[in-house]
């Protein structure tokens, strides 16, 4: 089976070092940056399964790296960051990060989050034995082959979780998930109490769709219970 390439980039080498040495011992391949410009260089030239990317750099900061990168590759992206608010948080997730962790961090805890994203990224990409078929509801049309999302055949642009959220509650229309259970099955690995991340996800995928013409609320808030898809 191929190594999967990692590409860890953070200005301060003590933490790229480190985290280096703990995806080293879990056989992982991993391409070391110190600046925005040089995680540019990398991913053009190798091929890279996933980037874990601090935000505060020279040359290009995180978010200009994660909005060239998302521009041509759809690997999964883990922010890494001292920045530990609410707002920077979302501006990252938005621009298409798929997860974000604040410094200092368990590396244990980060090594789960990688092998949990590769796990999914790998299954997504399996070459699919059948083909899928579109999700029409009105004016909104959802296609898994492409992993596009229209509205009044307008696109929707989705980070990868956002779509996978939105694909997950409209495949069971009017079924009611909740917050663990949408955990487990789009970053498939188990919940963990207290973390935001899904109603994060939830929040800017509303505000995407709403970007469309319709006026639906294809997304509905079960209080005390989770999500469901108004189909």
Same mark, same amino acid.
């Given at each position: 089976?191929?190594?999967?390439?990692?590409?860890?980039?953070?200005?301060?080498?003590?933490?790229?070092?480190?985290?280096?040495?703990?995806?080293?011992?879990?056989?992982?391949?991993?391409?070391?940056?110190?600046?925005?410009?040089?995680?540019?260089?990398?991913?053009?030239?190798?091929?890279?399964?996933?980037?874990?990317?601090?935000?505060?750099? %020279?040359?290009?900061? &995180?978010?200009?790296?994660? *909005?060239?990168?998302?521009? +041509?590759?759809?690997?999964?992206?883990?922010?890494?960051?001292?920045?530990?608010?609410?707002?920077?948080?979302?501006?990252?997730?938005?621009?298409?990060?798929?997860?974000?962790?604040?410094?200092?961090?368990?590396?244990?805890?980060?090594?789960?989050?990688?092998?949990?994203?590769?796990? *999914?990224?790998? +299954?997504?990409?399996?070459?699919?034995?059948?083909?899928?078929?579109?999700?029409?509801? &009105? %004016?909104?049309?959802?296609?898994?082959?492409? *992993?596009?999302?229209?509205?009044?055949?307008?696109?929707?642009?989705?980070? %990868?979780?956002?779509?996978?959220?939105?694909?997950?509650?409209?495949?069971? %229309?009017?079924?009611?998930?909740?917050?663990?259970?949408?955990?487990?099955?789009?970053?498939?690995?188990?919940?963990?109490? &207290?973390?935001?991340?899904?109603?994060?996800?939830? *929040?800017?995928?509303?505000?995407?769709?709403?970007?469309?013409?319709?006026?639906?609320?294809?997304?509905?808030?079960?209080?005390?219970?989770?999500?469901?898809?108004?189909?």
């Amino acid at each position: 089976m191929k190594q999967s390439q990692i590409l860890v980039v953070d200005d301060e080498k003590e933490i790229a070092d480190l985290i280096t040495i703990h995806l080293d011992k879990e056989g992982y391949q991993v391409f070391k940056a110190y600046n925005g410009k040089e995680a540019v260089e990398i991913v053009e030239t190798q091929t890279i399964d996933l980037v874990i990317l601090d935000i505060m750099m %020279p040359e290009l900061d &995180g978010y200009e790296v994660t *909005r060239y990168v998302r521009s +041509k590759f759809n690997m999964p992206i883990i922010f890494l960051s001292a920045k530990t608010s609410d707002f920077d948080k979302v501006q990252g997730l938005v621009i298409g990060a798929d997860d974000y962790m604040t410094k200092p961090f368990t590396p244990i805890e980060l090594v789960a989050r990688v092998n949990a994203h590769l796990r *999914r990224y790998k +299954k997504l990409n399996q070459p699919k034995s059948e083909v899928q078929a579109e999700l029409e509801f &009105g %004016p909104l049309v959802i296609s898994p082959e492409q *992993r596009r999302v229209m509205i009044y055949e307008n696109d929707i642009e989705l980070t %990868p979780k956002e779509f996978d959220i939105l694909y997950l509650l409209a495949s069971y %229309p009017n079924k009611v998930f909740s917050v663990e259970n949408i955990f487990k099955q789009v970053w498939g690995e188990a919940y963990l109490e &207290g973390t935001n991340t899904v109603m994060v996800h939830i *929040r800017t995928l509303r505000k995407k769709l709403a970007e469309g013409q319709s006026t639906s609320k294809w997304i509905k808030t079960v209080w005390g219970v989770g999500y469901s898809f108004n189909g």
